[in-house]
C-alpha cells in the first residue's frame, strides 16, 4: 500500500475581498461570488514565492524522522523562479532533509503534481523505505482586468508520500489523456499567461468527459463506488460543471446529494485561495478531508487532474483508518487572519518587481510572512530566511 501520509499547505499572509474587486472593475459583484463561486483570493507579496510557499507548507508536517528518510523533493510548478535551478533544490536545503536525495522540479501547467505522485509512486515501490516529499507551488497571476484576474491565487500542498500512509492509500487504477491544445500557456518573455478561456473551460470538460468513459471502461467503477470526487479547480464553479457532467442519470438520488454534499465540502477552501495551479486539486481534497463530517475510512475518493496545453489524469484512492488524526484543525482560523488588501494595495503589491543595482542586489520591504520568506536578492541569488530564526 503506497499513499499520502501527510499534508501541508501554505498559503500567503494577505487576501483580497472580490466584492471589492468587482466593484473596482465596475463588475457585479454576483459575477464572481455566484458566477465563479469565488469569494476571496490569496495575494503573494514580493518576499513570497514558489520556494517560500513550498518550504512553508512542508515544514510543520515532517518530523526529524522524516527529514532522515526522504530522498526524493519533487516541486511540482508551472510559475518557476529559475530555468536552470530547480526550487526543490533550495527547498530540501531550506527544510533540511538529508543529503543522499534527489530534488528535481516537474512541469506540465496544473497537472505535474499528479506526475509527481505517480513518479513517488513508482520509487516506493522499488524502495519502501523510502519517503518522497511532493509539493505543488504556484502563483497564479493573470494581469490587473484581466478576465482572469478574480481567479488568481497562491499557495502550496506538501504531500509526503509513503509505503504506510495515512491519510490515503492509492489505487492502480490511473487513466491519462495527452492532447496538444493552445488553450493556457506562458511564453517565457511572458510574466502572465496567455488564455483562451472560454476554450480552455471547454477543453477542461471535454478532457473529463472523455477520461472519466476511458477510466470506468477500464475498471468498470461507477460514480456509486465514490464517496466524493475532487477536481482540479481554476474556480469553483468550473469543477461543479465538471461534476455535474459525470453525474449521469443512472445515480440514485441519495448517491447525488451526497456527491454535491462532499463537493460543497472540497471547494470551501479554494473559495478563499483562489487557483493554485498544480496544487489545487490538493487543496480540493485536504479541504474534503478537513471539512466533512461524513466521510469515513474505506471511502473511495476520485481525483480528476488537468494542465493546460494539455494533460489530465483521472485515479482513485481509500481513506486510511484513523487519517483524521493526520489533520489540522484551525485551518480556517488561519485563512481568516490573513491580512485584507484594498484593491489598490493589492495592485501595487502583488505586482512589485525587484528593483537591482549594478550590482544586482535588491532588498525587499518586510511583509507579513510564513515560515520561510525572501529577504532580496544578493549578485542576483535568491536570499531566503527562515522566520524563527529571526525572532
Ligand atoms: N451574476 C451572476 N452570474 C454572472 C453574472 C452576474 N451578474 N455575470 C456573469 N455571470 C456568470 C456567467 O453566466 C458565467 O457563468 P456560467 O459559465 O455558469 O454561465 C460566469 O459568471 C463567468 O462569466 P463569463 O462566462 O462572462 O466569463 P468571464 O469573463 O468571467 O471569464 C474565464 C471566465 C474565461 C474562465 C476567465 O475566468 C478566465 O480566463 N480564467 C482563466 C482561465 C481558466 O481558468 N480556465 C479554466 C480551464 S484551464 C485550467 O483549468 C488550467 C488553469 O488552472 C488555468
Keep these: 500500500m503506497i499513499g499520502i501520509d501527510k499534508i501541508?499547505?501554505?498559503?500567503?499572509?494577505?487576501?483580497?475581498?472580490?466584492?471589492?474587486?468587482?466593484?473596482?472593475?465596475?463588475?457585479?459583484?454576483?459575477?464572481?461570488?455566484?458566477?465563479?463561486?469565488?469569494d476571496e483570493i490569496?495575494?503573494?507579496?514580493?518576499?513570497?514565492d514558489i520556494v517560500t510557499l513550498a518550504a512553508s507548507s512542508a515544514k510543520d508536517i515532517l518530523t526529524k524522522d522524516d527529514r532522515e528518510s526522504i530522498d526524493m523533493v519533487i516541486v511540482a510548478t508551472e510559475t518557476g523562479i529559475d530555468q536552470s535551478k530547480a526550487a526543490a533544490v533550495y527547498v530540501h536545503h531550506l527544510l533540511d532533509i538529508q543529503p543522499f536525495a534527489r530534488s528535481f522540479e516537474v512541469k506540465e501547467a496544473c497537472y505535474s503534481a499528479t506526475a509527481a505522485l505517480h513518479y513517488a509512486k513508482l520509487h516506493i515501490e522499488k524502495s519502501p523505505e523510502s519517503k518522497v516529499l511532493v509539493i505543488a507551488s504556484d502563483i497564479a497571476k493573470y494581469g490587473i482586468a484581466s478576465a482572469g484576474e478574480p481567479t488568481q491565487g497562491a499557495g502550496s500542498v506538501a504531500m509526503l508520500i509513503t509505503s504506510h500512509p495515512r491519510i490515503l492509500a492509492f489505487n492502480d487504477d490511473n487513466v491519462a489523456q495527452t492532447r496538444d491544445i493552445m488553450?493556457?500557456?506562458?511564453?517565457?518573455?511572458?510574466?502572465?499567461?496567455?488564455?483562451?478561456?472560454?476554450?480552455?473551460?471547454?477543453?477542461?470538460?471535454?478532457?473529463?468527459?472523455?477520461?472519466?468513459k476511458e477510466y470506468q471502461k477500464r475498471t468498470g467503477l461507477t460514480l456509486e463506488d465514490f464517496a466524493a470526487f475532487c477536481f482540479h479547480i481554476p474556480f469553483p464553479k468550473l469543477a461543479l460543471k465538471?461534476?455535474?457532467?459525470?453525474?449521469?442519470?443512472?445515480?440514485t438520488p441519495e448517491k447525488k446529494e451526497?456527491?454535491?454534499?462532499?463537493?460543497?465540502?472540497?471547494?470551501?477552501?479554494?473559495?478563499?485561495v483562489g487557483n493554485i495551479y498544480t496544487g489545487s486539486l490538493y487543496l480540493s481534497f485536504l479541504s474534503l478531508l478537513e471539512t466533512s463530517s461524513t466521510l469515513k475510512a474505506g471511502d473511495r475518493i476520485g481525483f480528476f487532474s488537468y494542465g493546460s496545453g494539455a494533460v489530465c489524469e483521472i485515479f482513485s484512492g481509500q481513506l486510511v483508518d484513523g487519517y483524521k488524526d493526520m489533520l489540522l484543525a484551525n485551518r480556517q482560523e488561519n485563512?481568516?487572519?490573513?491580512?485584507?488588501?484594498s484593491v489598490?494595495?493589492?495592485?501595487?503589491?502583488?505586482?512589485?518587481?525587484?528593483?537591482?543595482?549594478?550590482?544586482?542586489?535588491?532588498?525587499?520591504?518586510?511583509?507579513?510572512?510564513?515560515?520561510?520568506?525572501?529577504?532580496g536578492m544578493t549578485n542576483h541569488q535568491r536570499q531566503y530566511k527562515n522566520t524563527e530564526e529571526d525572532a
Design 335 to 341: 485563512l481568516d487572519k490573513r491580512t485584507a488588501l
Design 42 to 48: 490569496s495575494i503573494a507579496p514580493i518576499s513570497e
Design 242 to 251: 465538471g461534476l455535474n457532467k459525470i453525474m449521469d442519470r443512472s445515480l
Design 183 to 212: 488553450d493556457f500557456w506562458r511564453p517565457n518573455y511572458s510574466d502572465v499567461p496567455m488564455v483562451d478561456g472560454l476554450y480552455s473551460t471547454k477543453q477542461y470538460l471535454d478532457s473529463l468527459k472523455t477520461t472519466w
Design 258 to 272: 451526497a456527491l454535491s454534499l462532499a463537493f460543497d465540502d472540497s471547494i470551501r477552501y479554494s473559495k478563499q
Design 344 to 375: 489598490e494595495e493589492y495592485e501595487t503589491l502583488f505586482y512589485e518587481k525587484p528593483q537591482f543595482d549594478d550590482k544586482g542586489d535588491a532588498a525587499f520591504s518586510s511583509y507579513d510572512k510564513n515560515a520561510f520568506y525572501l529577504s
Design 8 to 38: 501541508g499547505f501554505a498559503t500567503p499572509k494577505y487576501k483580497l475581498d472580490l466584492t471589492d474587486l468587482a466593484l473596482a472593475r465596475q463588475t457585479d459583484p454576483e459575477k464572481y461570488h455566484s458566477g465563479l463561486l469565488l
